[in-house]
């Protein structure tokens, strides 16, 4: 499969600070490439070597075959960005904006349609400050798609956004790569990254601590499942040997076991064997958000 | 590129669109200068060698219309461009810009264009209405006038962009710009002449761009001829306010 970016032991630093030490990773053409990681570990700068918004230290980088080192503002030019804290003049109108943006392009679709796609026709002639927060987003995700991109960058765009507004922006997002392109998406929304990426890249004090599917991430780094229910038997010491369990806590009346594989259909089974049967019986799966507090130790990390 | 000529096209509209900007180019240098031509009148006592001294040997509005001519430059070179660009960087507008592929060029070229063209709509509108209104002259070299302005406007242009590279934030480059702007305006020819400033006033003018830029106009205006020292002096104010604007330009 064709490369859209290829990263190989980016490092970059501020003097003695290492904001980026020794990321590799590639992303494909068609994929929904996800960055996670706590404040400060990374994931902008290297978002920002990548379109040559700064300098790198050292390493390679490759982004649609080029070296944005040295050809930062033509690699510009050929995809689409949303940074964050980045805007547009106040007063500018819709239409104003996308026809600039189309402007630097010779191969820019045509921004009505892309205004009729966006939901923006009957803003055209709004001027940007008088646009909601998802009028924005969606001004900016067209902008950043005026030019036809084959790879867009998506800095946190839904930071700041209410539910429903983040909901709509992740429409947005798997409408953009159905449109063809290669998405590499910043974000710190688990729950985000989790619904829209097909690999994900964990940075955690400057380096990939993980790096596979959200699936692949679960299984390897979110720890056991649990089996919770509420019970008066006093011993429950047999659970231990029940198959895929690793352990058994209790807090009162509410025993957790925890476990692996298909430890639910084997406790619900024991326990019915011995005529328990808790109408509170339910199942709690790790989710990328305990592989990720597990990756990067659960308390930022700044 | 396509580019440029869209962005110097966007940002005259948004110049017109926004209040602050138009107040200090078009409005306040009008008001001020019809207010002094109300009070001293244009006509000059040719018996008094201290008054012809002091008004260069022309009636008050005379003098006063090539030095609101030159204020116009300074509000846009002082004010408007440097808070734009301030506000611009502030506001993550040009981080946005760079993000999408516009080279500095593109950004600078559009600024100054729009400054020039601000500069010389109020040029016009001033000469104008003063004729209208006062009977004032036209200028008595024309080319010569034109260079001076061109020189004049470039240098105000450049002051601008070295203000918008070197003031942090819009408030900097607000409270920064405005407080050259009246200092200038009051000693360097929109204020009281020259001739009966104190001497401590008029060295300090000597070190204003717009004490220079206003003789300049004034003297080509009134037909005395090209002032070499001030044209050379307000040369040196481009070239050194130029560089160093380009080499201190930042995006973010």
Same mark, same amino acid.
């Given at each position: 499969?064709?490369?859209?970016?290829?990263?190989?032991?980016?490092?970059?630093?501020?003097?003695?600070?290492? %904001?980026?030490?020794?990321?590799?990773?590639?992303?494909?053409?068609?994929?929904?490439?996800?960055?996670?990681?706590?404040?400060?570990?990374?994931?902008?700068?290297?978002?920002?070597?990548? *379109?040559?918004?700064?300098?790198?230290?050292?390493?390679?980088?490759?982004?649609?075959?080029?070296?944005?080192? @040295?050809?930062?503002? *033509?690699?510009?030019?050929?995809?689409?960005?949303?940074?964050?804290?980045?805007?547009?003049?106040?007063?500018?109108?819709?239409?104003?904006?996308?026809?600039?943006?189309?402007?630097?392009?010779?191969?820019?679709?045509?921004?009505?349609?892309?205004?009729?796609?966006?939901?923006?026709?009957?803003?055209?002639?709004?001027?940007?400050?008088?646009?909601?927060?998802?009028? *924005? *987003?969606?001004?900016?995700?067209?902008?950043?798609?005026?030019?036809?991109?084959?790879?867009?960058?998506?800095?946190?765009?839904?930071?700041?956004?209410?539910? @429903?507004?983040?909901?709509?922006?992740?429409?947005?997002?798997?409408?953009?790569?159905?449109?063809?392109?290669?998405?590499?998406?910043?974000?710190?929304?688990?729950?985000?990254?989790?619904?829209?990426?097909?690999?994900?890249?964990?940075?955690?004090?400057?380096?990939?601590?993980?790096?596979?599917?959200?699936?692949?991430?679960?299984?390897?780094?979110?720890?056991?499942?649990?089996?919770?229910?509420?019970?008066?038997?006093?011993?429950?010491?047999?659970?231990? @040997?029940?198959?895929?369990?690793?352990?058994? %806590?209790?807090?009162?009346?509410?025993?957790?076991? @925890?476990?692996?594989?298909?430890?639910?259909?084997?406790?619900?089974?024991?326990?019915? %064997?011995?005529?328990?049967?808790?109408?509170?019986?339910?199942?709690?799966?790790?989710?990328?958000?305990?592989?990720?507090?597990?990756?990067?130790?659960?308390?930022?990390?700044? | 590129?396509?580019?440029?000529?869209?962005?110097?096209?966007?940002?005259?509209?948004?110049?017109?669109?926004?209040?602050?900007?138009?107040?200090?180019?078009?409005?306040?240098?009008?008001?001020?200068?019809?207010?002094?031509?109300?009070?001293?009148?244009?006509?000059?006592?040719?018996?008094?060698?201290?008054?012809?001294?002091?008004?260069?040997?022309?009636?008050?509005?005379?003098?006063?219309?090539?030095?609101?001519?030159?204020?116009?430059?300074?509000?846009?070179?002082?004010?408007?461009?440097?808070?734009?660009?301030?506000?611009?960087?502030?506001?993550?507008?040009?981080?946005?810009?760079?993000?999408?592929?516009?080279?500095?060029?593109?950004?600078?070229?559009?600024?100054?264009?729009?400054?020039?063209?601000?500069?010389?709509?109020?040029?016009?509108?001033?000469?104008?209405?003063?004729?209208?209104?006062?009977?004032?002259?036209?200028?008595?070299?024309?080319?010569?006038?034109?260079?001076?302005?061109?020189?004049?406007?470039?240098?105000?242009?450049?002051?601008?962009?070295?203000?918008?590279?070197?003031?942090?934030?819009?408030?900097?480059?607000?409270?920064?710009?405005?407080?050259?702007?009246?200092?200038?305006?009051?000693?360097?020819?929109?204020?009281?002449?020259?001739?009966?400033?104190?001497?401590?006033?008029?060295?300090?003018?000597?070190?204003?761009?717009?004490?220079?830029?206003?003789?300049?106009?004034?003297?080509?205006?009134?037909?005395?001829?090209?002032?070499?020292?001030?044209?050379?002096?307000?040369?040196?104010?481009?070239?050194?306010?130029?560089?160093?604007?380009?080499?201190?330009?930042?995006?973010?």
């Amino acid at each position: 499969m064709a490369r859209a970016v290829v990263v190989r032991n980016l490092r970059r630093t501020y003097g003695e600070v290492v %904001a980026v030490d020794d990321v590799s990773f590639h992303v494909d053409e068609g994929e929904i490439f996800g960055i996670i990681g706590p404040n400060g570990s990374g994931k902008t700068t290297t978002v920002e070597c990548l *379109q040559g918004l700064r300098s790198r230290s050292g390493g390679e980088v490759e982004v649609l075959g080029l070296d944005p080192g @040295s050809h930062g503002t *033509q690699v510009r030019q050929l995809i689409g960005s949303q940074l964050q804290e980045s805007n547009l003049p106040d007063r500018i109108k819709v239409w104003e904006a996308l026809d600039l943006f189309a402007s630097r392009s010779r191969s820019a679709v045509d921004w009505r349609e892309l205004a009729e796609r966006w939901g923006l026709t009957g803003k055209l002639n709004a001027v940007f400050a008088s646009l909601s927060g998802g009028q *924005q *987003q969606r001004l900016f995700v067209a902008l950043a798609l005026v030019n036809a991109p084959r790879l867009v960058f998506l800095d946190e765009m839904t930071t700041g956004l209410d539910p @429903s507004a983040r909901r709509l922006a992740w429409e947005l997002i798997a409408a953009v790569r159905e449109h063809g392109a290669t998405v590499v998406l910043v974000t710190h929304f688990m729950d985000e990254a989790e619904a829209l990426c097909d690999r994900i890249a964990v940075f955690h004090r400057g380096r990939v601590a993980a790096l596979d599917t959200p699936g692949g991430l679960v299984a390897a780094h979110g720890g056991d499942s649990r089996v919770i229910f509420s019970t008066g038997e006093g011993d429950l010491s047999w659970l231990g @040997s029940v198959p895929c369990v690793d352990g058994v %806590a209790r807090r009162g009346r509410r025993i957790e076991v @925890s476990g692996h594989g298909a430890v639910l259909a084997h406790t619900a089974a024991a326990l019915g %064997a011995r005529g328990i049967y808790p109408a509170d019986l339910h199942f709690e799966r790790p989710t990328l958000e305990d592989a990720f507090l597990n990756l990067v130790g659960g308390h930022g990390g700044q | 590129m396509r580019a440029t000529p869209k962005l110097t096209w966007i940002e005259m509209k948004l110049f017109f669109r926004e209040p602050m900007a138009l107040i200090f180019s078009f409005a306040f240098p009008f008001f001020v200068m019809f207010i002094l031509a109300g009070v001293f009148g244009n006509e000059i006592d040719t018996e008094d060698p201290e008054s012809l001294e002091v008004w260069r040997g022309v009636g008050p509005a005379d003098y006063y219309v090539p030095a609101y001519v030159g204020i116009v430059m300074a509000s846009m070179g002082l004010i408007s461009l440097p808070l734009r660009l301030a506000t611009y960087r502030e506001r993550g507008v040009l981080r946005r810009f760079r993000a999408a592929g516009f080279p500095a060029g593109a950004i600078i070229i559009s600024q100054v264009a729009v400054a020039l063209g601000i500069a010389a709509v109020g040029a016009i509108a001033i000469t104008v209405s003063s004729t209208l209104f006062y009977g004032t002259q036209a200028p008595e070299m024309p080319l010569a006038t034109l260079g001076a302005w061109l020189l004049g406007a470039g240098a105000f242009a450049a002051i601008g962009i070295f203000l918008g590279a070197i003031l942090p934030t819009a408030r900097t480059a607000q409270g920064g710009g405005l407080i050259l702007f009246f200092m200038m305006m009051f000693i360097s020819g929109g204020g009281p002449p020259r001739g009966v400033l104190t001497t401590s006033m008029r060295t300090l003018s000597d070190f204003l761009p717009l004490t220079h830029v206003v003789l300049m106009l004034q003297e080509t205006w009134l037909g005395y001829g090209w002032d070499t020292r001030a044209s050379l002096i307000t040369v040196a104010f481009f070239v050194c306010t130029a560089a160093a604007g380009l080499f201190r330009f930042r995006w973010g």
